[in-house]
């Protein structure tokens, strides 16, 4: 299968102090991986050197076989790399349809992306019209996603993306994941620590703690349990 996101021996962190270090892993076209771990261990801070919001210290970055390592983050995103914050990131002032919009890199095929994102999101279809600060938590969550696939994307990150969430949306949320992933293939890594959500939606998992991966293993049946073993400790 082919590799979409390679990340190798990165390092990365805030003025003097390494947040990441050396994590290393690849993300085939299409796989979902979980990265799970407890708070501040440095989750977030992986994404954003990934994305390049944060300069690399040591190690590299390849998407598609390419070294995107030092390139900025829009241009990643227009080679197809596209970030899902955890901060509720919307226009407040435009509407659903505005907001949508902006995910787009051009107006070509806008009809047709549209089209199959509102199937994904029947909820967000109604309220084209509606300012995107009067939807509810849940919708606007629905909004961040649903703004980040306008753009097909190749490699999805999702930062805690089921924060603050009632347990319908997060099955809702699962559920269109899987769905997107089946019809367009796009690589996912969903950082989280809703850990059956990651799990019911990932194919391999990654522990981080201080900042380095400390277990990565396929999803299976006992995951939950080898991972809760990890966040006692
Ligand atoms: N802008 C910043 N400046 C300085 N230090 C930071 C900054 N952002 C994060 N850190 C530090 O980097 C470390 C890792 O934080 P990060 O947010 O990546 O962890 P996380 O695993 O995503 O945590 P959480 O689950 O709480 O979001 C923490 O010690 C944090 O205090």
Do not use: C
């Not at 902006?102 to 994102?117: N, P, T, Y």
């Amino acid at each position: 299968m082919s590799t979409m996101l390679e990340v190798k021996e990165l390092a990365s962190g805030y003025g003097s102090s390494e947040v990441i270090s050396n994590v290393g892993f690849a993300l085939a076209k299409a796989e979902t991986l979980a990265i799970v771990g407890k708070n501040g261990m440095g989750k977030t801070s992986l994404l954003k050197a990934i994305l390049g919001f944060l300069p690399a210290w040591r190690g590299s970055v390849r998407l598609a076989g390419k070294d995107v390592t030092r390139v900025a983050p829009h241009l990643k995103r227009k080679m197809g790399l596209v970030y899902v914050p955890q901060e509720h990131a919307l226009f407040q002032d435009l509407s659903v349809r505005d907001n949508l919009r902006l995910g787009l890199l051009s107006d070509k095929d806008i009809d047709a992306r549209f089209e199959q994102v509102g199937g994904w999101f029947p909820v967000l279809t109604k309220r084209l019209g509606q300012r995107a600060g009067t939807l509810s938590g849940g919708e606007q969550k629905m909004l961040i996603v649903a703004r980040a696939l306008m753009a097909k994307p190749d490699v999805l990150l999702l930062d805690e993306v089921t924060e603050g969430l009632q347990p319908s949306v997060v099955d809702r949320l699962s559920e269109v994941l899987v769905r997107v992933r089946r019809e367009i293939g796009t690589s996912m890594i969903v950082v989280e620590q809703h850990l059956p959500f990651a799990l019911s939606i990932s194919d391999r998992y990654l522990v981080f703690k201080r900042g380095e991966i400390v277990d990565a293993a396929t999803v299976d049946a006992d995951a939950a349990a080898r991972i809760d073993e990890h966040m006692r400790i």
